[in-house]
């Protein structure tokens, strides 16, 4: 099968233009990102088959027919992004809802391990040294520092 | 065999249960289970006494060569009898132990008894693996007996550190069972051992071996862990540390030493670190106040003695091993429950603090008296008969067994000292102490104790009976000379001399203890406790680091290194070896490069829109591009739905964006901007040569050359496409409906804050609250003003007819474009326009049902149809066709995909409907309120 160079370009260019999107860190553009990605791959898949004529018997030829089955799965594929579009929609919006803004943030627990990478600390240091004290009166302060760290990944 | 193990495992099953139903008088029910164990054993004294072992296999999985093969001899036979004997002993304890309304009690039984039946298992597993599986349920039971109280720090830390060493111990013993195993072609123990590969290969195996057996019976250097899992509740330390658990590796060296004794590197292994474990832990106890301590310290330094006595590996030391083991476990368990006796009449198992206690309870003080003087090793106890055995076997070997003799002097004297320190610490009278408060001790919380000092005191009387029991096992080690007997009396032999000798020592280094108070504590040279612990510190700090490396949190440097992977591995390939296709097409007809051209610049600017409006705009104009495209390729009907899903999308951004700022926030900083730009292109230069070689290199006839005839034939359709998804790949369409019903659940839960919300359809704001005056660049919301009244009327008499004609797409698809999902799309949009006319009234007079009640009937038609099909005899999901004649419309062609059609059509409506009530009337509702509670907040 020889490619159609087109084809070819608009997949390049639609999976640029998305991967440039989805890294960003407002939501509305990651979901403008998905979308693009997903109208290239869709192009990508439908480059597998054959162009020619409707898929439908009696109005085409069967040999000058389109091959029906990248189009069968690109179908459902495009209700697939539609939904998941309505999905990060409203993600973005209960983001903005909640914090101001619509922006991904880093994930807080992850701050928190890499701050103690930074102080060169284990997980069990909190708290050791506190021998055999039967009770756990330390996770107060874990919490503090938990606190502390989200602080810092709003700020960060 | 196998029933018995089933039998615990089911009454652990059910213990909690009669836990509460009976409190703790449930443990004596549940104490029969050991016991039977115990009494089907001495069923078959006979047998095993005659050196026949009793077998069982059953089948398990044959492509493993696993098979739950068991096997009791001699060995396994005396273990069978201590794990079910004292098993049963210790629970009747248990049950006066504990208090009926401790909270730990159901489980305690539970666990208690599924370690039993775990123990059980090992000892009579034939079959290595099957003896590995019985090894590590008894390491899992193990920690839920240490952690009994999980709110204590110390318990949960001992539990920990007991499971991760034993385990780390068991893998690698597991490795060198596979070496064997591999080595033999099966993993029966009993053919393993006369398939013995030789060299290094079974130096490394052994090793391996020792390293599961050493750590499970706590040897140097694994030592720590027992003493810390006396935070366990007395009756676990009594089984587990005396007569069970720290036995099963005991047990592995006494099963496998009189086939693998003369291989290198067994016998030094075993002597050297059981003589400094019997040294360490003897020294160690002498210097506990704690008396569980003591005895946990006492446990180490024996079974340290245990190793030494049976890795010697002759006849006669392996008949003295079996005969320890039989005493220690009988002496050592009841001297824990004394312990647990004490603790609970006194208060304390302080020796400091304990006085007078002797006199007070006699009772208790005579049985923990015969147990000491077995552990001591005086007559006529068990102890006696099991330590003169081991004496009299080392003292005639050679050199090297004379050196291991005299270390094994030098424990017994240790040995003599601390037990003297144990009966003095806890029954003495101390002219400086006050004398201890003793409840009274009831005979039923005494008598498990009783009965396992005496059996003890029976042992030693009775020794040649139990010699004739226990010679089997040691006659597996080849030997010339005719064997030693156990018996009590041999006479004035060099053996009796050094007993009295070890006896007359250990008193006098206690009263040399006492009376000078020697402090020095002896240091090993390095500390297994020290090294688990910078293991653990190291293992953390790795964990930290390469986490912190790894996972920073950031979903941009998570995607940007799949990406990055992306154009190295696969773009790599690519640009390295790929035939690349000479022969390529710029475009089937020019109108596909004027539309793509659309689409690339549309993509392009979007990207670097800077406006939230701009790029939502752009990137419906490259939607609409790609369906230009469809069409050019020659797919109707994906042009259609991608129309339709390009015009709803935008719907969805407009009812959405007019919440959110206009300008997109500046993050993240430009700098980073080059990076994403690059990774962008190269995914999407790599992607297009992807596209390119892989159209290129196609050369097989596609799977669908056959689905036009199909589509006709069996499902009674022209739309190649529609069959498609209808019939021929109608299970990929079922999921994907369901993956449509699952966003729409996510988009309603995510903007309804509360379950009642989504009942709220009907209701009509009060005038007064609609007269928001903030502009509103759309016409949402119920507020009159920006209403206009023609758009609604129009709206209204063109509503019916889309839907119309959405439900005649739905039934038109299967022969000509359309189908569920086009139609339902259609019948969402002339939803759309209904609420972009009137707002949410107007929306809940158009569709005055619930989202998901639409949605759930969707479902309901699509699965009934494939269930439907398969009560009547098809597959899942298989059509018929029935041809019919009704009035007016005439010859009706219907084909039963079409109820599967319809479910795709109700649930994509109902996606479209869920999207409009969550993303527009709900969102006007919340914004309402919140204008009524500002303005109110205003006029206060």
């Known amino acids: 099968m020889s490619p159609n160079l087109t084809y070819v370009i608009v997949v390049g260019v639609l999976v640029a233009a998305g991967v440039t999107l989805l890294l960003e860190r407002s939501l509305t553009r990651v979901l403008m990102g998905v979308i693009l990605l997903g109208n290239g791959a869709n192009l990508l898949l439908l480059t597998g088959g054959r162009a020619g004529g409707a898929p439908i018997v009696g109005s085409t030829p069967q040999e000058e027919m389109s091959d029906p089955l990248p189009q069968a799965m690109i179908l459902t594929a495009i209700v697939i992004t539609l939904g998941m579009t309505a999905f990060l929609l409203a993600l973005a919006y209960r983001s903005w809802h909640l914090n101001g803004h619509d922006e991904v943030q880093d994930d807080v627990e992850d701050r928190r391990i890499m701050d103690l990478a930074e102080r060169d600390e284990g997980p069990g240091d909190a708290d050791a040294g506190t021998g055999d004290d039967d009770d756990d009166d330390t996770d107060t302060n874990s919490d503090r520092s938990l606190a502390a760290s989200t602080d810092a990944g709003r700020a960060g | ?940």
């Open chain 2, 1 to 940: 065999m196998l029933v018995l193990v089933a039998v615990h495992a089911l009454t652990a099953v059910i213990a909690p249960a009669l836990v509460r139903l009976w409190g703790r008088q449930a443990l004596y029910l549940v104490a029969l289970v050991p016991g039977a164990t115990l009494a089907w054993a001495l069923t078959h004294t006979a047998t095993v006494r005659s050196g026949e072992p009793v077998t069982e296999t059953v089948t398990w999985v044959p492509q493993l060569g696993l098979e739950l093969a068991l096997r009791m001899g001699t060995l396994s036979w005396l273990m069978v009898v201590l794990v079910g004997g004292v098993g049963a002993l210790v629970l009747a304890y248990s049950a006066r132990y504990f208090r009926s309304d401790d909270p730990g009690l159901g489980r305690f039984a539970a666990v208690f008894l599924a370690f039993a039946g775990a123990m059980l298992g090992l000892v009579v597993s034939d079959d290595l693996l099957l003896l590995y599986v019985f090894w590590e349920l008894t390491t899992v039971f193990s920690y839920l007996l240490i952690g009994y109280d999980p709110a204590k720090r110390a318990s949960r830390r001992a539990a920990m550190q007991a499971l991760l060493v034993t385990t780390l111990g068991g893998l690698a013993m597991l490795a060198g069972f596979v070496m064997l195993g591999q080595h033999a072609g099966s993993y029966r123990w009993s053919e393993v051992a006369e398939n013995l590969p030789g060299g290094g290969y079974l130096a490394a195996a052994l090793v391996l071996i020792l390293l599961g057996a050493l750590s499970k019976s706590a040897i140097f250097p694994f030592s720590f862990w027992l003493p810390g899992a006396m935070a366990a509740p007395t009756p676990v330390s009594a089984y587990l540390h005396a007569a069970a658990m720290v036995k099963a590796g005991i047990f592995l060296v006494a099963l496998m030493g009189p086939a693998v004794a003369e291989a290198t590197p067994w016998r030094p292994v075993l002597l050297v670190t059981g003589l400094i474990t019997m040294f360490f832990g003897g020294w160690s106890a002498l210097r506990q106040v704690d008396l569980k301590l003591l005895l946990a310290y006492g446990t180490v330094s024996q079974l340290g003695l245990l190793m030494v006595v049976l890795g010697a590996g002759t006849r006669d030391t392996a008949l003295a091993g079996v005969a320890m083991v039989l005493a220690h476990a009988l002496f050592k368990a009841t001297l824990f429950l004394t312990v647990g006796v004490i603790d609970h009449a006194t208060g304390t198992r302080d020796l400091r603090e304990l006085s007078g206690v002797g006199r007070r309870a006699p009772a208790l003080a005579v049985v923990a008296g015969l147990a000491a003087a077995s552990m001591a090793g005086l007559p006529p106890m068990a102890g006696f008969v099991a330590k003169e055995a081991a004496v009299e076997a080392l003292l005639h070997g050679g050199t090297a067994d004379l050196v291991v003799l005299a270390g094994v002097i030098l424990g017994s004297v240790l040995t003599v000292a601390y037990t003297l320190r144990y009966l003095w610490g806890a029954f003495a009278d101390k002219p400086d102490t006050p004398a201890t408060t003793v409840r009274p001790v009831s005979w039923s919380f005494l008598a498990p104790a009783a009965v396992l000092a005496l059996a003890g005191v029976a042992v030693g009387l009775l020794a040649p009976a139990v010699d004739r029991l226990l010679a089997p096992y040691a006659d597996l080690y080849r030997s010339a000379e005719p064997g030693y007997h156990l018996a009590l009396w041999h006479g004035l032999t060099p053996a009796l001399g050094l007993s009295v000798l070890a006896v007359a020592g250990g008193a006098g280094l206690f009263h040399l203890m006492r009376r000078e108070r020697v402090r020095a504590t002896l240091r090993l040279p390095f500390d297994g406790a020290a090294v688990y612990k910078k293991c653990i510190a190291l293992t953390d700090r790795l964990a930290v680091e390469l986490t912190g490396k790894t996972q920073r949190g950031s979903l941009p440097f998570y995607l940007g290194v799949i990406l990055v992977v992306l154009v190295v591995l696969p773009g790599g390939t690519l640009l390295a070896g790929s035939p690349w296709p000479q022969r390529f097409h710029l475009w089937d007809t020019p109108l596909q490069g004027v539309a793509g051209a659309v689409v690339v610049i549309a993509a392009v600017m979007a990207a670097r829109a800077l406006r939230r409006l701009t790029a939502m705009i752009l990137v419906g104009v490259a939607g609409y591009g790609i369906a230009l495209m469809f069409i050019l390729h020659g797919a109707p009907d994906l042009a259609l739905t991608q129309f339709l899903v390009e015009t709803v999308t935008i719907v969805m951004f407009v009812l959405v964006l007019r919440r959110l700022p206009v300008k997109f926030s500046e993050r993240p900083i430009r700098s980073s901007r080059r990076g994403r730009i690059a990774i962008g292109v190269a995914v999407g230069a790599v992607t297009a040569g992807m596209a390119y070689v892989a159209t290129g290199a196609r050369q097989a006839i596609p799977i669908s050359v056959g689905f036009p005839d199909e589509a006709v034939s069996y499902g009674g359709g022209k739309n190649v496409v529609n069959v498609t998804l209808v019939d021929i790949r109608a299970w990929d369409t079922m999921g994907e409906i369901a993956v449509l019903v699952v966003a729409a659940t996510g988009v309603a839960s995510l903007i309804f804050r509360r379950a009642r919300d989504l009942d709220r359809r009907g209701d009509i704001p009060g005038g007064g609250r609609a007269e928001s005056t903030r502009p509103r660049w759309l016409t949402t919301g119920a507020t009159a003003r920006a209403q206009s009244v023609i758009l609604q009327v129009v709206t209204r008499l063109l509503f019916h007819a889309i839907l119309l004609f959405s439900i005649y797409l739905l039934f038109s698809g299967h022969n000509a474009p359309g189908g569920g999902f086009a139609a339902g799309l259609v019948a969402g949009l002339a939803l759309a326009v209904r609420y972009l006319a009137g707002g949410r009234t107007e929306l809940n007079g158009a569709a005055p049902v619930d989202a998901g009640v639409v949605l759930g009937a969707g479902l309901f038609v699509a699965v009934g149809t494939g269930v439907a099909a398969l009560l009547l005899g098809g597959e899942f999901l298989q059509s018929a066709m029935l041809d019919f004649y009704v009035p007016v419309l005439g010859k009706v062609h219907f084909v039963t995909s079409a109820f599967f059609d319809v479910g795709v059509y109700l649930i994509v409506v109902g996606l479209v409907l869920d999207i409009l009530r969550s993303l527009g009337a709900e969102m006007d509702r919340q914004h309402e309120t919140e204008d009524v509670e500002v303005r109110e907040k205003e006029l206060v």
